[in-house]
Structure formats: structure tokens, C-alpha cells
């Protein structure tokens, strides 16, 4: 079992006073207040009991310790061992002093810390001012009281921020979990012998387990270990600040999500009836929030309320970059969109509540292996994401999309590589064939003589390897043995999406790789002809008009959707209201465009349609990036409510493809009506084609 430096000072001295110590003499020995000692001897009490060993107090009398002799001994056995140094790394240290002070409501004494973790006065004088700064970043302020001692001041959710980061960064997931497994109702009273998973008590993060694994199974099922250990530690948090009347300010709400909101409010339903009291609305926002850094499964349909469109725009974006710095066209992988439109949407609330930590050493691996991706990937995301500041494991798990990508859309095979072998045929054959063998990426394999060096147009090659130095060759290679060892396929197929620095690099349009575990649907007959009257529809619908503005944006919306009356649309009046609900919740304005895509799914809309209408006046509204534009293009989609799953696939195209490259975005910015209905029509067959 675990004791803090402070408690065993507690227990050795009721061992060594077995007749009695008076509260004053724990008091000038300690250094501590009444308050803090009943607390301690509290705490203590719970540990021992599974020792049979007892506190009493005598009344008149001082503290003493009584049980059997043999339990006795036992304690004393476990006061001698040498417990777990984890004050001895000065970080770790630091943060549990930091804690400490956080969980105290009385000041505490420089002298009572010293004893606690089991350093000198001045160790923890110099930790004090390291710990001073980095408070800063809270906006918590360390006060020094004048014979009293220090305590930390500020907000309670800025409090709650930095503890639960900290006791998070101090748990493994091994420790937490296995911790977690052992909590039931009857073993609450153990602890968990770990420093700072004890600053948790153990029934709250029971009730947070026990209210979490009571949610729909699909709820979490995108959540990560590290994701899930994390809400758990916030939510057992909150439930011990709660109990101890540390309740948030009605000024520290967030706007989370409605579906974040809603998982938390059946998580506080649950704690309220254990706590039987009601939660106000501000913990409920709180750990709303909190919940958003859990990946959840994004809504990847545009005409949902909880699709959040500026951050699709983002998200393209940030692939375009990356693909025009890497040299590797990453645009055309839907599932990368996809992947990382769930990821970024935790990440970027995972950013603002997490301390920078010791980088993951896997993760370490994973970016060393691809460092032309990460530094494509850290580069764009202060490019695009420029108000964030992502951890390096953060980063890391953004370059395994990017590397996932390429494993299920490996690169064209149409590369050549030249080989400068001084060895016989033989041997050269050898090479020729391991390089066919293992790098089939490459088409052409060309072995060349020292001999003829001179009489090679090497501009044919991507790639030249040589078996031996070349001095004074001024041309890039690469020094590979003749029997082309295996660090070295390892070498070479990592630079092969680097090799032609002059053009993008496409994905091949072959199936993907991993084959047998993509799992194949089937699609009947009738599916697919249902596909190809949907697009047949959309393509006779479609329409490019010149249109006069009205006064506002509204009233223009209103009289382009009230000519669709009788055939598109049944009650224009609602449409147009609903389309301008979509407009009010996020910007939609295409950024260095002149279009926006206003859209939305109702009752009312009889059948899919999109048309583009372009207006004699410009209007000036709010971009995705949040600049604006001068709006003289409105792209309008509109579907019923519900949508058949092959209107959810072809509008969904066409949102997608609207700023997948720059030359679709120039076609629907300037193009003739000719022009656009022959890109939808592309669109279309190569989404039936997929099917």
C-alpha cells in the first residue's frame, strides 16, 4: 500500500508514541493546520483497515494506534520498504505539488511540502517558481500569505483544467485501467497505491465507470483508450468537486455541440441520482465540452445540422497543402476527409485542455519514418489551423492518416531506377531481380556499367543506386549493397513518394490494397439503377440562370425557390426558411470565390435538385475562413427529408468536389452551364462506376 510522505511522518510517530501524541504535538511536528491533520489521520484511517489496525482517541488523551502485534509489525515492514521514487523526476514532483495545493482549501506550509515529498525547503522553494509561471497559463496565481503558508488561487474551471491534465499525464493506461477493472462496490475502500490516481477518491471514479459503461456501446465506439481514460478522470473530478462544494461559476460556460450536450446530460443523470442533487446547467456545458475531445463519428452529410461546414473547408484545405508540400496527391482519398474530419474535430478541443507531456515513443517512430509527411503535416497545420498549437503526439497521430492513405492507395507503377553495379552479370542479376521482387513500384529496372556511365541520359531515371561511391558524380544516389539488403527496400520505399519533385505524385486508380480486410457490399441490381435515375434527375434538373437580386440575400433566396414551386419544391415559403436556417449557423461562402453553396434537406422538397444562379448584384457575406466574399454565384442543393441513401451519395459529390481541386473550383466560379453539367456528368459515372 501506498503512504505519502506526510503520512508515514503520522504513523511512525503514533508508533513511536504507542501510549498516545497529542493534535499539538502532530501539529509542530508536521507543520500543517487542524483541518489539514483530521483530513490526513482520515485518509490514513482508510488504508489501514485492511491491516485490522485502528485510530482511537481516547477522550483526554492523544492519538494511538492499536491492533494485534503481528499487524503492527506488518505496518512497520511496510513504513521501511522503499516505496516508489516518483518524486525523484523534478516534472513529476512539481506536478504533484501543483496538485496538492489545488485539492487544499487552507493555506500549506513550505515545511509541511518538504516533508510530504520528501525533499529539502529550498528543493521546494525552486519548485515554487517553476510552478509560479506555468500557472500563468491558467490564469491561477500563486499566493504567498505571510505566516500562514501558500495556496493557489483563481477560477474552478481553470482549477479543474490543469488537475485533470495532470492526473492523466500521471497515470499509464496500463495503471488506470487495470485500476479501473478492480473497483467494485465492495473494494472502494482500497487504494489504488499510485500517487496521483489516488487524488481521485475511489467511489467517484467508480460512479464515472459504471455511468459510462451503461451508454449505447456505439456511443464510444470511435474512442480511443487514452480518449476514454481521459473524460473518465474529468468526470470522476468533477463528481469529488462537486461533493466538496467547488461548483463552476455560471460565467464559465462553453458552447459545446447538441450531441455532446446530450451524452452529458445522461451522464449527470445518473451522477445526480447517486449524488441526489440536481447538476446545474454550467457542469453539464463543462464536460460537454470536455466530451468533444473524444472522437466521435462526424456527421459526413452536408445537409445535417451538426455537419460543421467551415470545418470541411478546413479539412480540404489542409489535404490540398499537405499534398502540394509532400509532392503526394492526397485529395482524391475520401476516407482521409473522412478520418480526419472525425479526428480534427476532437483534436482541436483536445489542444486547449492539454499540457505538453514526454512524446510518445511509438509515435516518435511513425514520424521518423515518414518525415516528409510531418513536415508537410506541421507546416500546414500552423498554415490552416493557425490559432492552435498541436502537441507533437497530436501531430503524430494526424501523420498516421496521411500514412494510412498511402497504404490503401499505393503509388503509380510507372517509376525507373537506374543501377550503377561495378559486380559481374551475375550479381547484377541478382539486384535487378530483388529490386523487381520487392520494389515493384518500379517498371523500368536498368543495370548500368561504371564503363558507360558517360553515355547515360540519366534523366530517364527517378532513381539511380550505385553498388559503390561515384566521386565527382554530381547527380543524387543512393549506395546500396549488391545483394540489396532489407534496411535498405525499407530506405528506398520510403523515399518513393519523393521521387519526383517536379509534378504531384497521383494515386494509382487501382483497387486498394489490404483486400481481404475491406469488406465487399454487394449492390443489387435495382440499387444501382436507382443511382443512375437519381443522377439522370439531378443532371435534366440542372440549370445555370441569370437572376435579378433583390433587396436582400433572403428576399433573392425567396424568389429564386418560389419558382420551383410545383415541381422541386411543394411549400417554398418553408424551404426558403430552412435554407436561410442553414445560413445563419455556420458562413458558407466559398473563400477567393464569388460563390457560396446554400443548401438544406426538408419535407417539403419533392425532389433533389442543384442549380447554380448567378446574380446582376453582388452581396457581401461571410466566408469559411471568416474574411467574406462578394457573393454573384448561389449554388443551391436542396433534398427531401428523408434522403434515400443514392441522393445522399451523389449530392454529397457534389458538395465534396466543389473545392477538391483548383480547376473544379474555376468550373463552378466561372463556367458555362455546358461546361459544369459535363463535370456533374464525370462525377456521376465515376460514382456509379465505384458502385
Known sequence: MYFSGREKTILSLMLEYPNGITLDELQSQLQISRRTLYREIASIEKTIQTLDIQIIKPRGAGYRIVGESDNLDKLRQ??????????????????????????????????????????????????????????????????????????????????????GNLIFNGVSEYDFYHYLDTLEEHTLNRPS????????????????????????????????????????????????????????????????????????????????????????????????????????????????????????YKIKEFIRFVSQDSGYDFRKDEQLFNDLMAHMSAAIKRVANTLNVAPNPLLMKVTEKYQWITKAVEAQLKNVFSQ????????????????????????????????????????????ESRIRKYLPEFKKVQIGKISQMSQI??????????????????????????????????????????????????????????????????????????????????????DLKKVQSQATIEATL?????????????????????????????????????????????????????????????????????KGISLQRILLMLAPEPMPESQKALLGKISSSIIESDLNTEIYMTGSKEKIYELLSTLFVNEVRKK
Open 78 to 163: 511496510q513504513l521501511s520498504q522503499k516505496q516508489e521514487e516518483i518524486f525523484a523526476d523534478n516534472v513529476k514532483r512539481q506536478s504533484a505539488i501543483v496538485c496538492s495545493l489545488l485539492l487544499q482549501d487552507e493555506e500549506v506550509t513550505i515545511e509541511s511540502l518538504a516533508i510530504d515529498f520528501r525533499v529539502s525547503i529550498g528543493t521546494i522553494v525552486s519548485d515554487l517558481q517553476t510552478i509560479e509561471l506555468s500557472l500563468q497559463d491558467y490564469q491561477l496565481s500563486l499566493l504567498r500569505l505571510k505566516g500562514r503558508g501558500i495556496k493557489i488561487d483563481g477560477q474552478e474551471k481553470a482549477k479543474r483544467q490543469i488537475l
Open 193 to 312: 497505491q499510485h500517487f496521483f490516481l489516488d487524488l481521485l477518491s475511489a467511489d467517484s471514479l467508480y460512479l464515472a465507470k459504471k455511468s459510462f459503461y451503461q451508454l449505447p456501446q456505439n456511443i464510444l465506439k470511435n474512442a480511443t483508450d487514452n480518449q476514454l481514460q481521459r473524460v473518465l478522470i474529468l468526470l470522476a473530478l468533477s463528481i469529488d468537486r462537486m461533493r466538496s462544494n467547488h461548483w463552476l461559476n455560471l460565467t464559465e460556460g462553453q458552447s459545446p455541440r447538441t450531441d455532446s450536450i446530450q451524452l452529458a446530460n445522461q451522464l449527470m443523470v445518473k451522477v445526480a441520482q447517486h449524488l441526489q442533487c440536481s447538476i446545474p446547467s454550467q457542469e453539464v456545458n463543462l464536460f460537454a465540452y470536455q466530451l468533444e475531445g473524444i472522437n466521435y463519428k462526424q456527421p459526413q452529410n452536408i445537409f445535417l445540422d451538426a455537419y460543421d461546414v467551415e470545418l470541411s
Open 388 to 431: 492552435y498549437r498541436f502537441s507533437f503526439d497530436e501531430i503524430g497521430y494526424i501523420v498516421i492518416h496521411f500514412a494510412t492513405s498511402l497504404e490503401r492507395y499505393p503509388i503509380s507503377k510507372d517509376l525507373s531506377v537506374l543501377v550503377i553495379c561495378s559486380s559481374g552479370i551475375g550479381t547484377a542479376r541478382i539486384l
Open 457 to 542: 541520359n540519366y534523366k530517364d531515371y527517378d532513381l539511380i543506386l550505385a553498388t559503390i561511391f561515384l566521386p565527382g558524380f554530381t547527380l543524387p544516389y543512393k549506395v546500396i549493397s549488391p545483394l540489396l539488403l532489407e534496411d535498405e527496400i525499407s530506405e528506398i520505399r520510403s523515399q518513393l513518394y519523393q521521387l519526383k519533385p517536379a509534378q504531384t505524385v497521383t494515386m494509382t486508380e487501382v483497387t486498394p490494397i489490404n483486400m481481404e480486410s475491406r469488406q465487399i457490399t454487394e449492390l443489387s441490381f435495382q440499387e444501382v439503377y436507382e443511382t443512375m435515375r437519381v443522377a439522370n434527375q439531378l443532371l435534366s434538373s440542372f
Open 558 to 626: 425567396a424568389q429564386i425557390i418560389t419558382e420551383l414551386t410545383g415541381t422541386i419544391v411543394n411549400d417554398a415559403a418553408e424551404v426558403t426558411q430552412r435554407v436561410i436556417d442553414r445560413y445563419l449557423i455556420a458562413p458558407i461562402g466559398i473563400p477567393q470565390t464569388n460563390m457560396a453553396l446554400f443548401h438544406c434537406a426538408d419535407e417539403e422538397v419533392k425532389e433533389p435538385l442543384f442549380a447554380i444562379y448567378e446574380l446582376d448584384q453582388t452581396f457581401s457575406i461571410p466566408s469559411m475562413d471568416r
